[in-house]
């Protein structure tokens, strides 16, 4: 039977908002550090008002405009821009002098114009691994990685866009050890200090992105590169015909693409002698501190040699990459095995009227996939979506009906976008059994719940109640990915299982 209890969370959400408390969320720049992090190991943000225990003088400035807030949060310098691929909204949510704040009037402090902020040295023209720590991966992604324009003096002025130059991307990247692990090249020539803004976008309808402001500190130019090789550019008997591509690729250690140009072919260049020089040019000028394609010559220096297709090879100045070179068949591959499990042919639906349909998908290669729920007229219900990459992925849909549906996973290889369905499963969903005391069904009544009181039923079948105060307070914490009891990635900081 169901209560219902009304209550406002008042003075628990300014708890839940001001506590300490440690939360699994989202991530951070560790390497080079971003600032809130920087501040979070100074220490001294719980000592006087007057914030004389806090030995940087930027995070004082910090801690005096927004207190403890950036650092307790320092997981979470995000803004929600559903429009994500256009640049005016993205500025529009996250305007100027804001973006070392996540766009987070709260965080406000995290951008004040400081010359103390504090700086990792690094060369111009180096491509380093930046290393972003996960508390909550998401995925599917991608990056964006600014620095600032010569001239821009941080002790000045609160950053802006338009001090802002784009140096480097990258796609959707796979989570290793619990970090995002991603080659950044910096640009080359600079001196003096600068600020590295790095954008990790989701690609999901909420379009939450998150914004870390690193303080770096040129200390010279980056040595020529070492080159290794890893083998021939071109084999013998590769061919390419019009309407085919090929594919240039280069990973790093953990199997994630660094590198990715395709080039597609045409009358007018499926000569092996054209595409193979075009190609080469191509990587040659994009890559130029990451991978050559040529001959090394005494100097160091890669030279493509036109006259001579077998004799270029493939460098690289991590000895750890791998290359591959691929001629696709009217840029359409086979998938490489993709398999599913755990559907089953029957469910019942939850006594909160809800249905889940779970799946695991397993693949050898990298693929986005597609998990759609469809009617028996084969109107689409539900979609679960994300990347596979030599590994497994979780995905789940949900209905509030009942009857006769199909579930249909799709799968496409990453740069390709033809789907190809890999599972067709019939299933019926039953009628509810129902059962059980709880005050609500979750999500619902979120903000009314009572720290120590209020019990709701999960979509697992099993009851939660809330916490007593204060750790009560993130139970109404609107964010399922991170409290849904049973299920978040932090439910066990609200949540009592029953």
Not at 261 to 276: F, M
Not at 292 to 316: H, K
Not at 445 to 457: A, C, D, F, K
């Amino acid at each position: 039977m169901k209560k219902v209890i009304n209550f406002s969370l008042g003075a628990v959400s300014v708890m839940a908002a001001l506590s300490p408390l440690h939360v699994n969320a989202h991530g951070y720049a560790e390497f080079p550090a971003a600032r809130q992090l920087i501040c979070y190991n100074d220490s001294g943000h719980w000592g006087p008002s007057d914030g004389s225990q806090i030995p940087n003088e930027a995070c004082r400035a910090s801690f005096l405009e927004s207190g403890t807030y950036p650092i307790v949060q320092k997981n979470e310098f995000a803004a929600l821009v559903p429009n994500y691929d256009n640049m005016d909204a993205v500025k529009a949510a996250v305007p100027d002098g804001t973006i070392c704040s996540g766009g987070d009037s709260r965080k406000s402090g995290m951008s004040v114009a400081s010359e103390h902020w504090q700086r990792t040295d690094m060369k111009a023209g180096e491509t380093f691994t930046l290393r972003y720590r996960a508390t909550a991966p998401h995925n599917p992604s991608f990056w964006q990685f600014y620095i600032t324009k010569p001239g821009y003096n941080a002790a000045h002025s609160r950053l802006g866009w338009d001090d802002l130059e784009l140096i480097d991307t990258a796609g959707d990247v796979k989570v290793t050890d619990g970090y995002y692990l991603i080659d950044v090249t910096l640009p080359s020539g600079r001196t003096g200090e600068a600020t590295l803004v790095s954008r990790w976008q989701r690609n999901d309808p909420v379009g939450e992105g998150f914004y870390n402001c690193s303080d770096i500190r040129f200390d010279g130019e980056v040595l020529p590169p070492e080159w290794t090789s890893k083998g021939q550019y071109v084999k013998p008997g590769v061919e390419a015909q019009d309407g085919d591509s090929v594919w240039f690729r280069i990973f790093n250690k953990q199997g994630s693409e660094i590198v990715f140009e395709k080039l597609p072919i045409t009358a007018a260049n499926e000569n092996i002698n054209t595409w193979s020089y075009d190609l080469a040019q191509l990587i040659n000028d994009k890559y130029p501190t990451v991978t050559q394609v040529g001959v090394e010559e005494a100097s160091g220096d890669i030279v493509y040699q036109p006259s001579d297709l077998y004799t270029n090879q493939v460098f690289v100045t991590n000895p750890d990459y791998n290359y591959a070179l691929d001629v696709r068949d009217g840029d359409v591959i086979e998938p490489a095995p993709v398999t599913v499990q755990g559907l089953e042919s029957e469910y019942t639906q939850g006594s909160d009227g809800k249905t889940y349909i779970d799946a695991t998908v397993s693949s050898e290669g990298s693929y986005l996939i597609n998990m759609k729920l469809l009617d028996s007229t084969g109107h689409q219900l539900a979609l679960a979506s994300d990347i596979v990459d030599n590994g497994n992925i979780d995905l789940s849909v949900f209905t509030t009906q009942t009857g006769s549906f199909s579930v249909v996973v799709t799968a496409a290889e990453q740069g390709s976008s033809e789907h190809k369905v890999v599972e067709t499963k019939s299933v019926t969903i039953k009628d509810s059994s129902g059962g059980g005391d709880y005050d609500y069904a979750y999500p619902e009544g979120i903000g009314s719940y009572v720290p120590g009181e209020t019990v709701v039923l999960s979509r697992d079948g099993n009851t939660y109640q809330c916490r007593p105060f204060p750790e009560g307070g993130w139970c109404n914490i609107d964010s399922a990915h991170h409290y849904e009891p049973g299920y978040g990635s932090a439910w066990q900081d609200a949540w009592i299982k029953q």
